[in-house]
Every structure is written in structure tokens, then in C-alpha cells.
């Protein structure tokens, strides 16, 4: 069974950083494509970036020049680092994990092309 885990949220004032980590029981994690969604309350789950097997790497315009995904393998491990965070950045961040056979650089921020999900992490941006 796939196993994802968030880690790294928390509270942070606006215009902080924080780096959230995200590790997927995969032996082939080096094979899917991985993306970070978010969700605050009352409002649906949006897709911000995403890394594909290949690192091909896409961003949502809400976070495109402050946010940065990146990807180790033999550490099965996917990271998003936040930098210039405003309060409309908080909600639960969640990593997810493509479905097999979508391409090595192929990933989305669509959530139903996402086959595996993690929990969340809450991030709290204070004004």
C-alpha cells in the first residue's frame, strides 16, 4: 500500500518561509510525477505545482516566483519550499502522487489525475 506523509507546516508570520516535505512509500518514487495541493476552508482543493519524473516542474499562478518544488529520489522524498508568504497562502497542504503510466514528464495540477494523497499539513500565515 502507498503511503504519503506531510510534514513541515505550522504558523508562520506573512512574508516568512517555511519548506514542507513530503515522503511517498514508493520503491519507484523516481518513476511518478508529484504534486502539492492546498485547501483552505470553504473553498475547493487547488493544485499549485507539481514535478514530474523527469523534473519538468509547473506552478500555479498564485505561487509562481515564491514557491519551489523540488524532487530526491533517494530520499523519497518531494519538497516545497515557500518563501514571501501571505495569509491567503494558508490552508492544509497536501502531496500527492500521479497515477501510474502518466510519463516521465507529464504531471498536472488537476487533483483527479492524482492516484495517491497524504493527510495534509496545516500552514497559518499571520498578518
Known amino acids: 500500500q502507498v503511503r504519503v506523509v506531510e510534514s513541515g507546516g505550522g504558523l508562520v508570520q506573512s512574508g516568512g518561509s517555511l519548506t514542507l516535505s513530503c515522503t511517498v512509500s514508493l520503491s519507484t518514487l523516481g518513476t511518478y510525477g508529484i504534486g502539492w495541493f492546498r485547501q483552505a476552508p470553504g473553498k475547493e482543493r487547488e493544485g499549485i505545482s507539481c514535478?514530474?519524473?523527469?523534473?519538468?516542474?509547473i506552478y500555479s499562478d498564485s505561487v509562481k516566483g515564491r514557491f519551489t518544488i523540488a524532487r530526491d529520489d533517494v530520499k523519497n522524498m518531494v519538497y516545497l519550499q515557500m518563501s514571501g508568504l501571505k495569509p491567503e497562502d494558508t490552508a492544509v497542504y497536501y502531496c500527492?502522487?500521479?497515477?501510474?503510466?502518466?510519463?516521465?514528464?507529464?504531471?498536472?495540477?488537476?487533483?483527479?489525475?492524482?492516484?495517491?494523497w497524504g493527510q495534509g499539513t496545516q500552514v497559518t500565515v499571520s498578518s
Open positions: 500527492a502522487a500521479l497515477r501510474t503510466g502518466s510519463g516521465r514528464y507529464y504531471c498536472s495540477l488537476r487533483t483527479t489525475d492524482y492516484a495517491y
Open positions: 514535478i514530474s519524473a523527469g523534473s519538468s516542474k
